[in-house]
């Protein structure tokens, strides 16, 4: 969940960490200043080089949205969050990771899926699947490569740190989310943004950045993959779409995590009331998960058209009592069907 109430809330006797111009204080409790790997998640710099290994493939283009300073293990440290397009550009899938840094098993499939989405965005995949005819022709239509907006690590200091925020462990009034949209959100009366400015330093160039691409590559599918560490329940998805609870695309993702073991609520109410249908809720959180939904932004001082996606699904899977390795199969399970998520998706066009 993105809102939960605050878990545990750590002493706030920390001092601001301004050392690095142009980022923003870091607040660093007693003994948390050393990279997390007691779950077995992929240390942060062999994560980053996987990433920036994949910068380097044919087909794809690598940007940095930001770096966010801090200092870890004994040693300041840059930590770069990147954003992966492929040269293809259209109607795309965004895949997003990380926003919530004790959430690791997003990040790590991502990371392990690497190759298979290079696979999914190649236009030939589908030319060299499809034997010819003898008269040389194939015997489907080629299917072009799926254009991708790839973010797979938001906030590499959360990650590092096993921290929900980049600037604190787990407290949402003290903390800020790098994908808070509040500032680019309508409010009700639709004559203004929810907030007047954005959350963070982080969150404006987070959320200006997806703007920039939204001519490029409308969003048409997005995935944002988090975990649930609410011990209290199992965790279920949202569907941020139209479609809501029935989207089809919601369902298969709820199927997807069934069959890989991963416990749901199917019914009742989220812990802010609203209705859980098979696994399934709809919230109005002011992510970038709304953002990416929304018909309408602000911007510019006023209110403007932008292409939203029409299924927006973020994932969930319990942190408590479930091996982080069996939490990353089950987010794996998600990314290995996109070209058929792809497919329900564009068939409602
Ligand atoms: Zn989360």
Same mark, same amino acid.
């Given at each position: 969940?993105? /809102? ?5 809330? &750590? ?11 142009? %980022?923003?204080? &870091? ?29 380097? /493939? ?28 492929? +040269? ?6 965004? !895949? ?5 840094? +004790? ?11 690497? $190759? !298979? ?14 034997? /010819? ?9 080629? /299917? +072009? ?11 590499? !200091? ?18 800020? %989310?790098?994908?808070? %949209? ?17 959350? %963070?330093?982080?969150? $404006?160039?987070?959320? #200006? ?5 939204? #001519?490029?590559?409308?969003? !048409?599918?997005? *995935?944002?993959?988090? +975990? ?33 073991? @991963?416990?749901?609520? @199917? ?7 609203e209705e859980i249908r098979g696994g399934i809720a709809y919230t109005s959180d002011g992510s970038i998960d709304e953002f990416l939904a929304a018909e309408k932004y602000w911007h510019d001082d006023r209110a403007m058209i932008k292409p939203a996606a029409r299924s927006v699904i973020v994932v969930e899977t319990p942190i408590h009592g479930v091996a982080l390795e069996r ?7 998600? *990314? ?8 329900? &998706?564009?068939?409602?066009?």
């Amino acid at each position: 969940m993105r /809102k939960s109430p605050a878990i545990s809330p &750590v002493p706030t006797d920390s001092v601001p960490n301004q050392d690095h111009a142009g %980022s923003q204080g &870091v607040a660093r409790p007693p003994n948390a200043n050393k990279s997390y790997t007691e779950d077995g998640r992929t240390v942060l710099p062999i994560l980053l080089d996987q990433f920036e290994r994949h910068g380097n /493939k044919t087909g794809w283009q690598q940007q940095e949205i930001y770096k966010i300073g801090a200092e870890i293990d004994g040693r300041k440290t840059d930590l770069p969050c990147y954003s992966f397009t492929t +040269e293809r550009e259209g109607p795309a899938v965004y !895949l997003i990771g990380g926003i919530h840094g +004790e959430e690791p098993a997003g990040p790590n499939a991502l990371a392990k899926s690497l $190759a !298979l989405l290079d696979h999914f965005s190649d236009q030939r995949t589908n030319q060299r699947t499809n034997p /010819k005819t003898s008269d040389g022709q194939n015997k489907k239509r080629p /299917k +072009e490569g799926i254009p991708m907006v790839l973010i797979p690590l938001a906030n590499p !200091l959360g990650y590092a740190l096993n921290w929900r925020y980049y600037d604190h462990p787990s407290d949402g009034r003290q903390g800020h %989310s790098v994908g808070d %949209s509040e500032h680019l959100l309508l409010r009700e009366d639709q004559q203004g943004p929810r907030t007047a400015q954005a959350a %963070s330093e982080y969150a $404006a160039r987070f959320t #200006e950045h997806v703007r920039s691409l939204l #001519e490029r590559y409308p969003p !048409l599918l997005s *995935i944002d993959f988090h +975990e649930d560490d609410d011990i209290r329940g199992p965790p279920y998805i949202y569907s941020q779409g139209p479609l809501r609870s029935e989207d089809l695309v919601a369902k298969s993702v709820v199927q997807l995590l069934q069959k890989a073991g @991963m416990g749901l609520q @199917m019914t009742g109410k989220t812990t802010y009331g609203e209705e859980i249908r098979g696994g399934i809720a709809y919230t109005s959180d002011g992510s970038i998960d709304e953002f990416l939904a929304a018909e309408k932004y602000w911007h510019d001082d006023r209110a403007m058209i932008k292409p939203a996606a029409r299924s927006v699904i973020v994932v969930e899977t319990p942190i408590h009592g479930v091996a982080l390795e069996r939490r990353i199969a089950a987010h794996q399970s998600i *990314i290995r069907r996109l070209p058929q998520l792809w497919e329900m &998706v564009q068939e409602r066009a």
